[in-house]
């Protein structure tokens, strides 16, 4: 896994300051129809750059993009790559840090390799399956919390603040950051203690913050506390908790009435 990582990283950087020189240049900037989610040139670009790098060298895996149609033959083939070539295309757009490019090798449903990097923080998280996670080549490892009370909380205030949650929530620090990869990797590195997002996440989303968080050493799983499958028929989790091992029963105990896992 190491040669992926080497060739994931690289892709990545690139991607990433193609991206930067882009915008830049002037964006152009459409909609999704299946969402209203904006899409740039930027993300096209980057999306074609890793998939003309990515596929060229590992021919025999499989290509899962958010910015690609998603071709089933992937289902076939044991190892895949996870790609969101801009993951927080709105804070990209405004011309805020918090965007990332997140890739990662997926082998028999998981992720054994993982890249998320953030251009303008200048921050570049990976991890390889077993060995650990780093921030641009150092160790890291999530807080020591163990109560929400107070918590550093990374996730949109509104969620936590809407009255049908059956118990409120404590006080905690709640900051936004737009790229879910990001949030999950800001948890690993102990900038924040918790990411909850009680609604569906493709896999691109969160399937290289997933490795790279699980290495550092956190929860990572749904609201039902099962951890993550990847390459399936429908390329989405049903929800996200990522947090300190210690926090993770409170934030499921809050979060298990929102239903059975599909």
Not at 215 to 242: K, M, W
């Amino acid at each position: 896994m190491t040669d992926d990582l080497s060739l994931i990283l690289d892709a990545a950087r690139e991607a990433g300051d193609l991206a930067r020189t882009l915008r830049r240049q002037g964006l152009a900037i459409e909609y999704k129809e299946d969402d209203g989610t904006p899409v740039t040139n930027a993300d096209l670009a980057a999306d074609r750059l890793l998939t003309t790098r990515l596929r060229a060298a590992r021919p025999d895996y499989g290509w899962l993009s958010e910015e690609t149609a998603d071709d089933r033959e992937r289902l076939n083939r044991r190892r895949i790559f996870v790609v969101d070539p801009i993951d927080g295309t709105r804070a990209f757009l405004k011309d805020r840090p918090w965007w990332s490019v997140a890739i990662a090798v997926v082998e028999d449903g998981l992720p054994v390799a993982g890249v998320v990097y953030a251009p303008e923080m200048d921050e570049t998280y990976a991890a390889i399956a077993g060995t650990g996670a780093t921030l641009n080549g150092a160790p890291i490892r999530p807080s020591a919390a163990a109560a929400l009370e107070d918590c550093g909380m990374v996730g949109d205030p509104v969620v936590f603040a809407h009255w049908s949650w059956p118990t409120a929530w404590p006080s905690m620090r709640v900051e936004q950051r737009n790229s879910t990869a990001y949030r999950m990797c800001l948890v690993a590195a102990g900038e924040f203690d918790a990411a909850v997002a009680p609604v569906r996440k493709a896999d691109w989303d969160v399937a290289a913050g997933d490795l790279i968080a699980r290495e550092a050493g956190c929860f990572v799983g749904d609201h039902t506390g099962e951890g993550f499958r990847y390459n399936r028929a429908r390329p989405s989790q049903a929800s996200l908790i990522c947090c300190t091992q210690a926090l993770a029963p409170l934030i499921l105990e809050r979060v298990g009435h929102i239903g059975a896992r599909n």
